[in-house]
């Protein structure tokens, strides 16, 4: 007899371990974890089955026993075979939120009709063996009903392979290809059988299929909230993605806590995670209440989501009561020292917003653009305000500001106490957008800082200032430098000295016309490539300002090792000497610098009081709308050929 390769067997095994991981990995919750778990059953269950037919079958003649327990084998096997693609149809629909917009009644005739079908033909074997049968002497034998189910299968087969086809943009290739991989590894295992009969490789074609998916789609490390334990941002926004592209309708609703940073910063990682699952689980029990279909994400530091098909649904009303509930458990964490502010924001799909990106948007920012006590907010509220709308769309702006060269330098006069006259200016960034018109750099340029456009801006402001200084009369108006901020980005960058040194070159610039302002952001991120562009940058007479002292956690014994020209303190310091705790930070702040010999600028002054005041401390520099708003370059320069002749004259 010719040997009958089992090949079969490592199915067994391959099923048995996936099956074991996915228990042990949590990966049994959410519509498509569930219909993977039921297909790896499924897949199990055939494969046994199948391996006790065929190796009873090989020891022909049998046993009575044996002839029953083939039998009882191969009609489980029939059973269950046709459920694997079934199966793995219904994976590909969860995969794709298809089943969502299926009704039971469409699922049943559809999915599980034809299946009926089959457990009906079975039974019919049992009386005249038509699909197989088992006999002691020639043991298990297949009869032409068993072309039934090769027809079925080919058909959810096929039905599978177009679904994949016509849904490809809603995976990414690597995704797509190992979904599709269950089919040619089964087209092949089809095409080798036929050419090699005795070898048996069907069920480790599908098991290697599925081992596949587990591998490239099924990976519950990248969707899964360590701290919580919840799904997370990814898991989110791929449901999301999924939603947005079948056009099915429900509603999100967005709970962001305020101060989730500072909360977990007191409450501990271990209690903050576990007030958080709470939070979850509250909501996911308002759901449940009111029998909606609802999935819950949570992202970092302290979002959690909601994504329900239901749209009908008053969710402002159920969170309100959530909200009444649970007031007891909120005061609890609030005992420990630190406050619960909890925001929502409601967005329904497709009628508030259509795009994936702008639901995530949204949800990023609807608390910086609602006023601060609103404690729930429809979607429809904010999508039209000037400020979302230019947060949801900085990608454009900053695009076409940085292809399109729109932007500007301004510039703000500095005030000289000492000498009553303007001697520098602050370079200022401008961008006007054509269709959002004006747009602050306090809102574009940490957008660009996240999106790393940060260097090419920073170089469009280095090139255009070093070219405002070459081309203006400095002696001529009385003016000794100007002062430019540099980001970040740009201070970690090994080529900034380089940069710099060859625009002193281009425009022969001198050195000591240049200030630049570094914040202590710059110098929280310090590393050596900053420390070196900082010290090879003043060891070439390029001075620096520290910007915006007073609204970090200044060290002043850091300050005193830099090589810092200049402190400037910051306008809410300014605005602070209205009370006399204030009055008394700036008068210490100021004596302090002058002790370690840093020249001060004082920003933001508006009043002539304010100005009065820091004169009398002894402040060196004034920059302030009392004096001017930054200034397109020109108008700078008359600015300061008018009120510095008037100085001197
Ligand atoms: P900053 O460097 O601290 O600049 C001072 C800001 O205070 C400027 O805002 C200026 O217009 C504003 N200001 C000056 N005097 C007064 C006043 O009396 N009252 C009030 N209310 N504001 C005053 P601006 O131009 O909107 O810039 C905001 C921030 O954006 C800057 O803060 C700086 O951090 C950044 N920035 C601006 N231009 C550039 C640039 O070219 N490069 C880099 N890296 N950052 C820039
Ligand atoms: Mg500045
Ligand atoms: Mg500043």
Same mark, same amino acid.
């Given at each position: 007899?010719?040997?009958?390769?089992?090949?079969?067997?490592?199915?067994?095994?391959?099923?048995?371990?996936?099956?074991?991981? =996915?228990?042990?990995?949590?990966?049994?919750?959410?519509?498509?974890?569930?219909?993977? +778990?039921?297909?790896?059953?499924?897949?199990?269950? +055939?494969?046994?089955?199948?391996?006790?037919?065929?190796?009873?079958?090989?020891?022909?003649?049998?046993?009575?026993?044996?002839?029953?327990?083939?039998?009882?084998?191969?009609?489980?096997?029939?059973?269950?075979?046709?459920?694997?693609?079934?199966?793995?149809?219904?994976?590909?629909?969860?995969? =794709?939120?298809?089943?969502?917009?299926?009704?039971?009644?469409?699922?049943?005739?559809?999915?599980?009709?034809?299946?009926?079908?089959?457990?009906?033909?079975?039974?019919?074997?049992?009386?005249?063996?038509?699909?197989?049968?088992?006999?002691?002497?020639?043991?298990?034998?297949?009869?032409?009903?068993?072309?039934?189910?090769? =027809?079925?299968?080919?058909?959810?087969?096929?039905?599978?392979?177009?679904?994949?086809?016509?849904?490809?943009?809603?995976?990414?290739?690597?995704?797509?290809?190992?979904?599709?991989?269950?089919?040619?590894?089964?087209?092949?295992?089809?095409?080798?059988?036929?050419?090699?009969?005795?070898?048996?490789?069907?069920?480790?074609?599908?098991?290697?299929?599925?081992?596949?998916?587990?591998?490239?789609?099924?990976?519950?490390?990248?969707?899964?909230?360590?701290?919580?334990?919840?799904?997370?941002?990814?898991?989110?926004?791929?449901?999301?993605?999924?939603?947005?592209?079948?056009?099915?309708?429900?509603?999100?609703?967005?709970?962001?806590?305020?101060?989730?940073?500072?909360?977990?910063?007191?409450?501990?990682?271990?209690?903050?995670?576990?007030?958080?699952?709470?939070?979850?689980?509250?909501?996911?029990?308002?759901?449940?209440?009111?029998?909606?279909?609802?999935?819950?994400?949570?992202?970092?530091?302290? #979002?959690?989501?909601?994504?329900?098909?239901?749209?009908?649904?008053?969710?402002?009303?159920?969170? #309100?009561?959530?909200?009444?509930?649970?007031?007891?458990?909120?005061?609890?964490?609030?005992?420990?020292?630190?406050?619960?502010?909890?925001?929502?924001?409601?967005?329904?799909?497709?009628?508030?917003?259509?795009?994936?990106?702008?639901?995530?948007?949204?949800? #990023?920012?609807?608390?910086?653009?609602?006023?601060?006590?609103?404690?729930?907010?429809?979607?429809?509220?904010?999508?039209?305000?000037?400020?979302?709308?230019?947060?949801?769309?900085?990608?454009?702006?900053?695009?076409?500001?940085?292809?399109?060269?729109?932007?500007?330098?301004?510039?703000?006069?500095?005030?000289?106490?000492?000498?009553?006259?303007?001697?520098?200016?602050?370079?200022?960034?401008?961008?006007?957008?054509?269709?959002?018109?004006?747009?602050?750099?306090?809102?574009?340029?940490?957008?660009?800082?996240?999106?790393?456009?940060?260097?090419?801006?920073?170089?469009?402001?280095?090139?255009?200032?070093?070219?405002?200084?070459?081309?203006?009369?400095?002696?001529?108006?009385?003016?000794?430098?100007?002062?430019?901020?540099?980001?970040?980005?740009?201070?970690?960058?090994?080529?900034?000295?380089?940069?710099?040194?060859?625009?002193?070159?281009?425009?022969?610039?001198?050195?000591?016309?240049?200030?630049?302002?570094?914040?202590?952001?710059?110098?929280?991120?310090?590393?050596?490539? =900053?420390? +070196?562009?900082?010290?090879?940058?003043?060891?070439?007479?390029?001075?620096?300002?520290?910007?915006?002292?007073?609204?970090?956690?200044?060290?002043?014994?850091?300050?005193?090792?830099?090589?810092?020209?200049?402190?400037?303190?910051?306008?809410?310091?300014?605005?602070?000497?209205?009370?006399?705790?204030?009055?008394?930070?700036?008068?210490?702040?100021?004596?302090?610098?002058?002790?370690?010999?840093?020249?001060?600028?004082?920003?933001?002054?508006?009043?002539?009081?304010?100005?009065?005041?820091?004169?009398?401390?002894?402040?060196?520099?004034?920059?302030?709308?009392?004096?001017?708003?930054?200034?397109?370059?020109?108008?700078?320069?008359?600015?300061?050929?008018?009120?510095?002749?008037?100085?001197?004259?």
């Amino acid at each position: 007899m010719d040997r009958i390769f089992y090949l079969d067997m490592v199915a067994v095994p391959i099923y048995a371990i996936i099956l074991y991981a =996915t228990f042990v990995r949590k990966m049994i919750t959410g519509p498509s974890n569930r219909a993977f +778990t039921a297909l790896l059953v499924v897949s199990l269950v +055939t494969a046994v089955c199948d391996l006790m037919t065929g190796m009873a079958s090989a020891n022909a003649p049998m046993s009575d026993y044996e002839v029953g327990l083939v039998f009882i084998a191969s009609t489980v096997y029939y059973l269950f075979h046709i459920l694997v693609p079934i199966m793995y149809l219904m994976f590909l629909f969860a995969e =794709t939120r298809m089943g969502y917009q299926m009704t039971r009644k469409s699922k049943l005739i559809i999915i599980f009709a034809p299946y009926a079908a089959s457990v009906v033909l079975l039974i019919v074997n049992c009386f005249n063996g038509v699909v197989f049968t088992v006999t002691n002497e020639e043991g298990y034998r297949r009869g032409p009903g068993v072309y039934v189910f090769y =027809t079925l299968a080919a058909m959810y087969a096929l039905w599978g392979v177009t679904y994949l086809a016509r849904r490809r943009k809603m995976f990414s290739f690597a995704k797509w290809l190992s979904l599709g991989s269950m089919y040619v590894m089964n087209a092949a295992a089809v095409i080798i059988q036929m050419l090699f009969p005795r070898l048996l490789i069907e069920m480790i074609m599908t098991a290697l299929a599925e081992l596949y998916v587990v591998l490239l789609v099924m990976r519950p490390e990248d969707y899964m909230d360590y701290g919580t334990g919840l799904p997370n941002f990814r898991a989110y926004k791929n449901e999301l993605l999924k939603v947005t592209s079948t056009d099915t309708r429900g509603t999100i609703v967005v709970l962001r806590f305020i101060n989730a940073r500072q909360m977990q910063r007191y409450l501990g990682d271990r209690r903050y995670f576990k007030f958080i699952r709470s939070a979850a689980e509250n909501l996911k029990g308002i759901c449940d209440k009111y029998d909606l279909e609802a999935d819950i994400y949570y992202e970092q530091p302290g #979002r959690i989501y909601i994504l329900s098909d239901n749209y009908r649904f008053d969710f402002e009303k159920g969170v #309100r009561e959530l909200y009444a509930e649970v007031i007891g458990d909120i005061q609890e964490i609030e005992s420990l020292g630190t406050k619960v502010i909890p925001r929502f924001c409601e967005i329904r799909y497709p009628d508030d917003i259509r795009d994936a990106e702008t639901i995530i948007n949204i949800g #990023r920012q609807f608390h910086r653009i609602i006023p601060f006590d609103q404690f729930y907010t429809h979607a429809k509220e904010i999508i039209e305000s000037p400020t979302f709308r230019i947060k949801n769309n900085m990608d454009l702006i900053l695009n076409r500001a940085i292809s399109n060269k729109k932007f500007e330098m301004y510039y703000q006069p500095i005030y000289s106490v000492k000498e009553k006259r303007f001697v520098s200016a602050e370079a200022l960034i401008r961008l006007k957008d054509e269709e959002f018109g004006f747009i602050s750099p306090a809102e574009f340029i940490p957008a660009a800082e996240r999106r790393g456009l940060m260097v090419a801006i920073g170089d469009f402001v280095l090139e255009s200032v070093f070219r405002f200084i070459s081309e203006t009369d400095f002696r001529g108006l009385g003016l000794e430098y100007v002062e430019l901020n540099l980001s970040v980005a740009q201070c970690v960058q090994g080529d900034l000295a380089d940069k710099i040194f060859a625009l002193e070159k281009k425009y022969h610039v001198n050195p000591a016309r240049v200030n630049l302002e570094i914040t202590e952001t710059t110098y929280e991120n310090i590393g050596s490539t =900053t420390d +070196t562009n900082i010290r090879v940058l003043s060891e070439n007479g390029f001075s620096f300002s520290l910007d915006d002292y007073g609204t970090g956690y200044s060290n002043m014994q850091r300050i005193s090792r830099l090589p810092l020209k200049i402190i400037k303190i910051d306008k809410t310091l300014v605005d602070d000497m209205e009370n006399r705790s204030g009055m008394s930070v700036m008068r210490n702040t100021v004596s302090m610098m002058k002790d370690i010999n840093k020249e001060i600028v004082c920003e933001g002054v508006e009043t002539a009081e304010q100005l009065e005041t820091l004169s009398g401390l002894g402040v060196d520099f004034i920059q302030g709308y009392y004096f001017s708003k930054p200034l397109p370059a020109e108008s700078f320069v008359s600015f300061i050929k008018e009120k510095n002749s008037e100085q001197t004259a």
